[in-house]
């Protein structure tokens, strides 16, 4: 009976058969398998489209398909296909160092069976099996272990990276930019993106080492941060305008209120006229919106000089804050002097530098009446203006916590 060979080209010697070269036989089949088992080898399929069929070699070493690990090399200008016989069985791991923008398939030598291609750009390693599950239309199948490569480009499902390390940017599946990464190095506050489970909102945290963290959002150029198609108001300082027809002089020593005519048809100064000899007093009330956050004002005064004179003219802000119940018959709060010069020029319109924080009587609350008092100074000797200062009105800061007063 005469010898026999497996697929990869061992040779199975019959009972008997080949007396006294058995030693020879037996080591070349040894070393056979041994480059089956872990064999690496170099297969140039340089040149145009062509299949490169990879044959048996009975009984003797060095067949390429006999190897474990067969890396396709050379330079190649069309697409390529890598055959083996239809009776192999085994697994590889194949690299595809060839250059060139081609494709490369190994398949079997003919059937309808699977086969297993690398891309133009796939320059990777795979990890297939030769399953001669069939006797016509056997199936190569790549076990996908080596999809993650270096340099390739390759979809991942379901899976987990821990502290993954991201460059530059982060792509859209165009390949288009959607956000770009700019590394601090010396950060040590990030931001923590949490998920919500029903009737809450995913959170969008700042967080770090250090114990209060803002969250900068910089709109560019004249852009503004919107909400849909509406523009987010940020919390912030807010202003209020009081103007002197909103003001009435207090009871005691109170500013005269006064319509100035420039020329005719021309604007009327609305205006509270304070004295130069005597300190003289206004109030207005506000119910401060809800979004204030309840801690200190600054203000503003616009005033009109009553004379020409150039010298200082102080101003004075205090208020108190009421809730419901509360008295009315309070003081209010320490006040806070802002000083301006004269313009030089009567029914010129002028404005006081803004003051410094004022701090609210009466421990405030939301939806409490604040009472405020405005007064100019004239007792105080670094008074020097020499007449009426004429108020228009003021500017109030207030600072919000708050998008809305809902």
Known sequence: MASTYTGLGVQLMATGEKAGTWGTLTNTNWNIMEQIS???????????????????????????????????TGAITGNQIVTIPLDVQTFYFIDNGTTGAYTVQFKYV???GGTVTWGTTDKGNKIIYAAADDGTNPNVVDIGMGDVTLAGTQTLTNKTLTSPKIGTSILDTNGLELALITATGSAV????????????????????????????VNPKGSGVLKSGTAAVKVAGTETIWIPASAMYGSST???????????????????????????????????????????????????SPGNTNTDNCIFGLQGVSCTEGDTADVAFGTAVEVTDAGIGTVEDVQMTAVSGAVTIAGSPADD?????????DAADGSDTFTGDARVMGIKLFYTTDAANDA
């Open 110 to 112: 003919s059937g309808s």
């Open 253 to 303: 020593n109170g500013a005269d209120a006064q319509q100035v005519e420039t020329t005719a048809t021309r604007p009327d100064l609305k205006v509270l006229d304070f004295d130069a000899g005597t300190a003289e007093y206004a109030q207005f009330a506000i119910a401060m919106p809800k979004s204030w956050n309840l801690g200190t004002v600054t203000y503003q005064v616009f005033w």
């Open 189 to 216: 506050n990030e931001f923590t993106i949490a998920n919500a489970a029903a009737g809450a909102g995913p959170t969008l945290s700042a967080t770090g080492d250090e114990a209060n963290v803002d969250i900068n």
């Open 368 to 376: 409490d009446q604040t009472f405020f008092q405005l007064y100019r």
């Open 38 to 72: 872990g064999g690496y080898i170099e297969q140039d399929i340089a040149g145009g489209a062509q299949t490169t069929t990879l044959s048996v070699s009975d009984g003797s070493a060095g067949a390429v398909l006999a190897h474990r690990v067969i890396k396709f």
